[in-house]
């Protein structure tokens, strides 16, 4: 079925029949592709109880606009059936007007839940936490505690990993709902439960406790605040979402661009223009550099406009091997493999790294450029590549680790201002050895 | 603890120390960041149980090179204890020889597990899915099925989402241990079960697999064959790790180089170099179209020398504009919101997206270069730039959604080739304007 195209009235019905044929995870992704006002008018015509079930399944982006187009009444129903640390994330995009009107219509628990999350800065742990889970004391037997999670879990958030705490609400343990099903019933949960729980804090870095979850398969991590007490719970699916999240930061800022934050197809054009016009100011504004280094050397340019040829073939390497190297250790910090006090090293292995591939690509280039512009040419270019791909590969590897240093997320500084540093470096480079070797 | 360098032997006894109190995750984490014969040297000086509980959670490429430092007799110690998913991935990147003396040495049943998981293609379902799993019968009561959790479970990989199959090992439903344990242990599975449930097959891509997982929020999605029966399953952990690594490769090759596969601090440097030397060749090779296209134009540049001043400006922008447009693509379709049919769609808007910021760009530059350059070039200049950045953000837009519709993986054409592609057809463009406008 084509639905990229906003539907006539006539197509709808096909359209709802459809989608009335697929789950709600098949309903939502058909829905995601659809230009915002079809899917506006596509969700109020679903039948109730798929519309329901299937806005879990969005994007916090297209809950946004759904909602807008809904009743207050509707709007809450929706909202009321959402996981609480699904719902605070999507009222963290929300008018605080709106807000305030869809908390009022809920029920006083979830409103209760909704508002400690939202107290949470974003971006941390608290976010994107469940606040509502089974938690048992150490002192119960494994029978008494699976009754307790038969009793309470029928209203909450799926968890198969339960939080132990003791004293004081303290988290001393996890365990997992097999190791209870594999347990005798009268043991006592501490003989049962880890008694080592990996744990998090309430304003910890998500992505952080993202990737906790995932070394350590786990299934959901207990979330302390200060003095150790367990407040919430966050889940595989929730970190999940918050790598994926991340990631798509990443590369979007690899790309220069400042990140959509939502589905491609649901951004408009003006609104795709403003979130790259800013970045590409700044670098065309960065790249002016390269013209005043060039004017600097208008002489040399004039007595042999030759060395113009193979500027753009010179800063372009340069900026490949910068790319090359920024990549690797925005990805190798994202990941945590790289980090601040690996600078030193970092920045050696990557010299290095450059100088290799710089003389390689030297070597390689001597012949070619000795037959097309003489001998005297042959040397500059393969001297500047050398220049250039090693300082490309140190500048690519440095500023990411200095930007995270800086509490600024690497990836702004990657790729394509390593490129606009190294253009006007390389160009500097190029043309004080062609001034050396050219005797201009 | 500094573990970044090798460390003497009078310093292993402390490493040794303080890794013993880290639970298996912290270990392997320090491991991670250890330069291989050290992290060689502190596995083998490890208690033999905290070793043998960390080796699961090490990246396959230290498992590796762990294993090729152990008597074969401790090595397979080691792999009998891994999940057969996990061991077919490791013995995926093992000589023929290695996996063979391994094989030998498995117990009958996981020697079996494994062979089936390598039996199927790499970056298969089939390779990530977990053989060993409690399956149930839609007959059963829901005490019979929790019973058989309960006798199997013990052995085999955790999992929570169960699959029921019928007829011939049909896939008919799923059922969660949670339903389980709300159920009536009277009822029948066929009531409590999901009847519509997801379910991947064998020989497909894992990375769709895995964002399915996601989009649908699963815990584990069943694996069928050609006839629709039950061959495995794959956990969400499993899903997560596929995801990272995808997106690993992508970032990789958005900034031009081949992925490592391996944490960036266990890679040698002349392996580094390796991995970037193939793609700055091809690019380098690439842009020697700059250079044709530059001499072609000597005569307008030695008439008017001034135009080289632009050049890195220039196509420096244009290449931020395809690298825009070009991730962007590659991101909406990794993630599923951008697919090949969308293709003239996604040309029109980041066409016209191209057009605004070269408008913008344009508009904003005029002034300047006026008054740096006098009024042609700045006409020329700003025309230039409206071209270019739609030209590039066309190009960005398309070359992905081509590629992956030839089967290739749409990083691969992105970033770079773009910037390449456009900083020839960018110079050609430039130089055209200016000859017609400054009468060259």
């Keep these: 079925m084509n639905l990229s195209k906003s539907p006539k009235t006539e197509e709808l019905d096909q359209i709802r029949q459809n989608l009335a044929r697929l789950d709600p995870v098949g309903v939502a992704e058909e829905l995601a592709r659809l230009e915002r006002p079809a899917r506006a008018m596509v969700f109020r015509l679903l039948p109730r109880d798929l519309a329901r079930r299937t806005f879990r399944y969005l994007d916090p982006a297209h809950q946004e606009d759904l909602l807008a187009g809904l009743s207050d009444e509707r709007a809450v129903r929706l909202v009321e059936d959402m996981d609480p640390d699904d719902r605070a994330r999507l009222f963290g995009d929300l008018p605080a007007e709106v807000v305030r009107r869809l908390l009022a219509g809920l029920s006083p628990d979830q409103r209760r839940f909704t508002s400690v999350l939202l107290g949470y800065p974003e971006e941390s742990a608290g976010r994107i936490m469940t606040p509502e889970f089974v938690q048992l004391e ?12 038969r009793r309470r879990s029928a209203e909450i ?10 004293d004081r609400n303290r988290l001393v343990g996890t365990v997992e709902i097999r190791d209870l099903l594999l347990a005798a019933p009268g043991s006592r949960l501490a003989e049962v439960m880890n008694g080592e729980p990996r744990s998090v804090k309430v304003d910890e870095d998500q992505e952080a406790v993202a990737r906790l979850i995932q070394a350590a398969d786990l299934l959901a991590v207990p979330v302390v605040d200060g003095e150790g007490c367990v407040v919430g719970l966050i889940t595989v699916d929730d970190a999940m979402d918050v790598l994926t999240l991340e990631e798509s930061e990443d590369l979007a800022r690899v790309g220069a661009s400042e990140p959509l934050g939502r589905p491609y197809f649901s951004v408009s054009i003006f609104r795709l223009a403003r979130r790259r016009m800013v970045w590409l100011l700044l670098l065309v504004v960065a790249s002016t550099l390269t013209v005043h280094v060039l004017d600097a050397f208008e002489d040399s340019l004039q007595a042999a406009v030759g060395l113009a040829l193979f500027i753009p073939l010179l800063i372009g390497t340069g900026g490949n091997a910068g790319a090359q190297s920024s990549t690797t250790i925005v990805r190798g910090m994202a990941v945590g493999e790289v980090r601040v006090r690996d600078l030193l090293r970092t920045a050696l292995r990557e010299t290095v790294v450059g100088l290799l591939l710089g003389i390689m690509l030297g070597a390689l280039g001597v012949a070619p450029v000795w037959l097309f512009a003489g001998r005297s040419m042959a040397l500059v270019i393969a001297l500047s590549l050398v220049t250039i791909c090693t300082l490309a590969s140190l500048v690519g590897a440095i ?13 702004v500084v990657s790729a394509p201002f390593v490129t606009t540093v190294v253009d006007a470096s390389g160009l500097l480079v190029y043309f004080l050895i062609a001034r050396a070797v050219l005797n201009l």
Excluded: K, N
């Excluded at 150490?138 to 999670?149: D, F, H, K, Q, S």
């Excluded at 500023?399 to 990836?411: F, G, N």
């Design 157 to 166: 958030e799926t968890h198969y990993a339960l939080p132990v705490a003791g």
């Design 399 to 411: 500023m990411p680790i200095l930007a995270r240093a800086a509490d600024v997320d690497p990836a």
């Design 138 to 149: 150490p002192g119960m037997t494994v029978g008494e505690a699976l009754e307790r999670y």
